[in-house]
């Protein structure tokens, strides 16, 4: 089991995004315009990462997964996607991927979703829906998991 320390979504990020730099190396690609399109898309990630966890940090929750909100987020980019960093997570790993040019990397995304998944967001849907009860399923009916 991995230590809880290091138990967080960023280490599990880092550890597929080294996974793909090394995949790439072993089997190198080419992509016609893999910087720029990976390049856009990891500096979005990285502006939708930030923007999320300050709308948290000003509405006076924790960002920290395992931890109990003090409050349930569903209004601005929590309108959209009831997990807009963990969403951030994905387009980052995917624009590093491409800007690297590792498309041999590029199926890693989706086994990382998954991780993400079973590791960070049903059990933090479980604990939203015992604090927050059927404000919490109302909002969980109305805005997608991911997009």
Known sequence: ???????LPPVW???FAALGAVANRIFPTELMGGHLVGGTLAAFA???MVAAALQMALAGT???PGRDPKRLMTGGLFRLSRNPIY????LLLTGL???WHALIALPLVPLFMYL???RFILPEEARL?????ESFEAYKRQTRRWI
């Open 62 to 64: 924790s960002v920290i």
């Open 129 to 133: 829906s015992r604090l927050f009860g």
């Open 46 to 48: 990285l502006l939708l």
């Open 116 to 118: 993400i998944l079973k």
């Open 87 to 90: 969403l951030a997570d994905t």
């Open 97 to 99: 991927f491409l800007y």
């Open 13 to 15: 990020l880092a550890g």
């Open 1 to 7: 089991m991995v230590a809880r320390e290091v138990d």
